[in-house]
Each structure stands twice: as C-alpha cells, then as structure tokens.
C-alpha cells in the first residue's frame, strides 16, 4: 500500500467509523432495549456474561459463536475500564460488538479487491478505497451493524477465511472458517468454497497444459461456446478421477475437509443443521432462491448489471441461441411451478421489507412469478458475464456454492444472500470512476431511507403495546 493510498484509506475508515458511531447513538437512543431476534441474542448472551453456559433458548437456530466472542470482548473490557453492573453485557454494550465487526470488515474487503485484483495495474487506490467503502455500506450488511445479530460476525470471519485462503495459509483459513461456522451453520459452504478457490487453480493450470499439448488455441480456459463447456467437463472428470491429482488436492486442501467431515459430525450428532427451532427452519428445495437472489443482485449491483451495453449483448446472445435460451425459460419455469415456497414468516411479519416486496410483487397476480422470467434470465446471463474473467472452474465452484447456500432456503431473507453477494462483488472487475460513485451514492440513499423508517415511521399492532420498526 503506497504512501497516499494509505492515508486515503485510513482516513476513510476513520470517517467512515466515526459515522457509524452517531448512527450508533441514535439507534440506541430511539431504541433501548433488544429489537426482534435481539430478544433471543441479548438475554443469552447476558447468561453467558453470568457464567450461565449451560442455559440455552431453544428458540435460538445458530451456534454460540456470537454470545462466547461477546463475553471474551466485554468482560476483559469492564475490568480493564473498571464497568461494573448493568453497563457490562448491556444492550447497547453488546451491539457495539458489530460496530467493531464492522470497522473490521472495511478493512478485509479493502484487502481483499487489493489482493483479487493486484495485476490489473489500471485500477488506482482510489478506486479500490472507494470500492470498499461501498462493500462496507452495503445496505443489507450495514443495517445489522446496529443491532445484536450474528450478520457482521458471520461476514467478518468469512472474509478473513477468505482473505487467508488466497494468501496460501489454509491452515489459518480453516480454523477462522471454524469461527465462522459458529456464528452460522451455513458458512461450512464458504470453507468448501476456500478448498474450491485451491482446486479451481490447479484445475486452470492442468486445462491450459492440456491445451498447450493439444494445441488447441479456440478453446478458452475462461468462456465459450456450449460444446467448449462440454470438453471442459470432460476434462474435469477425468482430471478428478486421477487418483494422483487426488492426492495432491487433498494435501493441499486437508485443512478445510478436516473441518467439513467435522461439520459433517455435528450434523449426525444433533441431527440436523439447526440446534434450535427447526420448524421454522426447515430445509427443502427452493430453486427460485436462486432467481431472488440474482434479482437482489441486479438491484444493488445494477451500475454492473444493468446497462445499455449489457442489454445490446444479453440481446444478440439471444438471437445467437435461441435454443439454448428457450431450454433454459422451459426449466425456469418449472422449477417455479413445482418448487416455490411461501414461510408462514415471509406472510405473517410486516416488519420486514420482503413482506412487503411479496405482497406488492409476487401476491398480485398468480402469473407474476412466471413473468418475472425474461428478467431472470437477463440477470442470470449478466451476472455470468461479469464474471467472465474469472477461470470457468472458479465460476462452476462459486454456482454450486451460490446453488447450495440459497436453495435449501425456505424463508425469503435477504439476509442470507449476503455473503454471496460480497463474494460475487468482490471478483468482479472494477468500473470506470463515475459508476462507482454512483454505486456509492445509491448505497447512501437506501441506507438514509432504511434508517430513516427505522427510527421516525413506527407503528403499533392491535394485539400489542411495543413499538414496532421497519427493518431489513
């Protein structure tokens, strides 16, 4: 990091941190006591700050990771500080874990577009400050820094797992996926996304000597034509059906399948994924999380996703294969007819903003949902296309990752895409300055309107006296 860049970068985490700190504060003043799932996270975490490790509400669905990193914060705090009584293990001591969760992510999303993209030389470090300034106030993310959930915790160990995977110390990678996974059961997919970055690299290198051998130059190790992608999964089982590059996978990945066989453990143990409430969570086969998650990403990424240039080529592709797009449409189609899923909580809960996109969306009509399908496909091809120069073992190890962190998901939560989303941003190219400004600019606003109803729009059920806010 030159000189220049550091001190921009130091200056806008500075900035950036003191901010959120007066967001903090009005947060906490306009609401004092624990909000939504808060009332499951804060009491437990106050047991544990008692030394109650046993007591547990079963209507908690993740591990202790949060509660267990609260405590080994606050209470060395409070006897450095000299804090006794209600202010340790407070409310408002508590959310500002994910203050610091926060502060920590600027910096892992800061080195990680510096580490993802160090040999494209045209990007400046104003671009790459920018960009992580944006990552950092991504709306969705940026939301829980003020609120006592698991969200900035899951994010920040992720990424630092990440982070670690691509600087080669797997060892290290694996144990902060460990952490991760005890703030979320989910992150496992984003461990075996780690071993899937080493495994897609070897890949490339065994594809481009296949290449070299065959003298093969139409073939690209990085897109193609349809018959392309089948020689590339030819090529793909017959290199991991060596029993050789076996061996060499696993003794470059064995970090990473100690911790998935031991995930696999736990689940045999407790008999499922979720340790708490499993009616609420249970797990199926929702294919069209797949088509929610892609439509929340051309909302949020639309400067990347939605422009002229994209749709002139999303069009003559097309026309180019009008087979392959009329299959696709056919199997898109089904899948929502046979495998949408509608949660009791998605119905019931008008504190949340996907009741309201349902209700004012997909609720209008019964047909809806089938004509969202043409937008669909044009966010799942730019998507792809951004990607493009990613190797295609990279993008077919991100899909089955994306395919298997938002399908078996029965509740619309934007929450849970996230990570995905992060990953995904993270790996794609840079845009020329003035979108990215505009990027940035976008994440403000939403974060202005989404606090704004927060604090000052809240209303009352009939059945209840609490105030009741809008909210992610």
């Known amino acids: 990091m030159e000189r220049y860049e550091a001190y921009g970068f130091s200056g806008a985490m500075s900035g950036a941190f003191l901010l959120s700190c007066l967001l903090f504060a009005a947060v906490s003043r306009r609401q004092r006591g624990p909000y939504m799932d808060e009332v499951f996270h804060v009491p437990q975490a106050q047991a544990y700050c008692h030394g109650r490790f046993l007591q547990w509400d079963p209507m908690i669905t993740t591990l202790p990771g ?15 500080l000299g804090w006794t009584g209600s202010v340790v293990c407070s409310v408002g001591m508590l959310r500002f874990i994910n203050l610091l969760f926060s502060a920590g992510n600027f910096y892992l999303l800061y080195l990680l577009l510096f580490k993802i993209h160090q040999k494209n030389k045209a990007v400046s470090g104003f671009q790459r400050i920018l960009s992580a300034l944006t990552l950092a106030a991504f709306p969705t993310l940026y939301f829980f820094t003020f609120l006592y959930y698991t969200d900035p915790g899951s994010v920040f160990f992720t990424l630092f797992s990440y982070l670690m995977c691509l600087y080669g110390n797997h ?31 070897k890949l490339n290198e065994a594809w481009k ?60 143990i407790n008999g499922g994924i979720v340790v708490g409430d499993r009616s609420s969570h249970e797990a199926c086969l929702h294919f069209p999380q797949l088509f929610y998650f892609l439509s929340f990403t051309a909302f949020f990424s639309f400067p990347h996703l939605l422009t002229p240039t994209k749709i002139r080529k999303f069009l003559l592709s097309l026309k180019k294969y009008p087979v392959q797009y009329s299959l ?10 046979k495998f949408t899923y509608v949660h009791k909580y998605l119905l019931a809960d008008n504190r949340h903003f996907t009741f309201y996109v349902w209700r004012k969306v997909f609720q209008r009509h ?31 190890m991100y899909f089955v990752c994306l395919l298997a962190v938002t399908v078996p998901q029965k509740l619309l939560e934007f929450r849970y895409f996230i990570l995905p989303f992060l990953i995904y941003r993270l790996n794609i190219p840079f845009l020329p300055l003035y979108r990215q400004l505009l990027e940035l600019a976008f994440y403000i606003l939403v974060n202005a309107v989404t606090f704004y109803l927060f604090l000052n729009r809240t209303f009352q059920w009939e059945n209840s006296g609490e105030v009741q806010r809008f909210m992610w």
Request: contains cysteine; hydrophobic residues 55%; proline residues 3%.
């Open 66 to 80: 949060l509660y267990l990193l609260s405590v080994g914060v606050v209470k060395p705090a409070a006897w450095l």
């Open 171 to 201: 060892k290290t990678a694996a144990l902060l996926g460990f952490c991760g996974f005890m703030f979320r059961q989910t992150n496992i997919v984003w461990t075996v996304f780690c071993a899937g970055n080493v495994v897609a690299e």
């Open 209 to 268: 000597i296949e290449l070299q051998k065959k003298k093969d130059e139409k073939i690209s190790s990085r897109k193609g034509s349809f018959s392309d992608l089948t020689r590339i999964l030819q090529f793909l089982v017959k290199y991991l059906l060596s029993p050789k590059n076996l061996v060499t996978l696993t003794a470059l990945t064995w970090p990473y399948i100690i911790l998935v066989c031991l995930f696999f453990v736990f689940v045999f």
């Open 328 to 337: 696709v449409t056919v199997i898109s189609l089904f899948l929502i007819w």
């Open 366 to 396: 019964e047909l809806v949902k089938y004509l969202l399908v043409p937008f669909y496909l044009f966010a799942g091809w730019s998507f792809a296309d951004t990607l493009k120069s990613k190797s295609i073992f990279w993008i077919l």
